[in-house]
Nanobody
Framework: QLQLVESGGGLVQPGGSLRLSCAAS????????IGWFRQAPGKEREGVSC????????DYADSVKDRFTIGRDIAKNTVYLQIDSLKPEDAAVYYC??????????????????WGQGTQVTVSS
């Protein structure tokens, strides 16, 4: 069974950090693009970062540049999202998604066909 499983969410104070993980099972992330998306209550889902697994090239939404870092561990078939300097507006359910593709990654959620179940990030003092 093909699965993406996110983990690492939680309650963090403003200014804190979190590291989210997206582990793939049942398939290898090689030759995929992987995206991280988030959705806050009452808001549309937005793409925050993505990585082209084959070469490690990345992209970020302007709102998270310099605070979010995406990375991959090929041996663990896992993609990470390091979130630093958390702000209240970062609070959301974070999802990872994957698409088998030879092209550079995209932040468009409609492009992806495999999705994880999401992990909640809460930012509060």
């Amino acid at each position: 069974q093909l699965q993406l499983v996110e983990s690492g969410g939680g309650l963090v104070q403003p200014g804190g950090s979190l590291r989210l993980s997206c582990a793939a099972s049942g398939f290898t992330l090689e030759n995929h693009m992987i995206g991280w998306f988030r959705q806050a209550p009452g808001k549309e889902r937005e793409g925050v970062s993505c990585v082209t697994y084959s070469d490690g090239s990345t992209d970020y939404a302007d709102s998270v540049k310099d605070r979010f870092t995406i990375g991959r561990d090929i041996a663990k078939n896992t993609v990470y999202l390091q979130i630093d300097s958390l702000k209240p507006e970062d609070a959301a359910v974070y999802y990872c998604a994957a698409l088998l593709s030879p092209f550079p990654c995209t932040l468009r959620d409609s492009a992806y066909n495999y999705w994880g179940q999401g992990t909640q990030v809460t930012v509060s003092s």
